[in-house]
Nanobody
Framework: QVQLVESGGGLVQAGGSLTLSCAVS????????MGWFRQAPGKDRDFVAG???????YYVDSVKGRFTISRDIAKNSVYLIMNSVNPEETDLYYC?????????????????WGRGTQVAVSS
């Protein structure tokens, strides 16, 4: 059984940085494309960043140059380093895994989901 557990959320000031972690169990982190999504209350879950099976990374335009997704195979974990955050990025952040081979970014392409970690950015 695949399980994803996010951690690292919290309160951060605008312009600050935060690192989210996603611990993967049940399969190796290289078995899937992994992604980070975020969701505000009452809104859809939006793609933020992804890392493919072979390790190539891709991002939504709004976070390019500020966020970095990475994975640690030894720790079987995925990370999202968030820099220069702004209050509009206050959301519940989810880690997800996909069996799609070609840089998935749509919510429906992801099969495995964590429960999320809350990020709050103060102005």
């Amino acid at each position: 059984q695949v399980q994803l557990v996010e951690s690292g959320g919290g309160l951060v000031q605008a312009g600050g940085s935060l690192t989210l972690s996603c611990a993967v169990s049940g399969r190796t982190v290289t078995s899937y494309a992994m992604g980070w999504f975020r969701q505000a209350p009452g809104k859809d879950r939006d793609f933020v960043a992804g890392i493919s099976w072979i390790g190539s990374t891709y991002y939504v335009d709004s976070v390019k140059g500020r966020f970095t997704i990475s994975r640690d195979i030894a720790k079987n974990s995925v990370y999202l380093i968030m820099n220069s955050v702004n209050p509009e990025e206050t959301d519940l952040y989810y880690c997800a895994g996909s069996v799609f081979p070609d840089r998935p970014s749509a919510e429906m392409q992801f099969t495995f989901w964590g429960r999320g970690t809350q990020v709050a950015v103060s102005s």
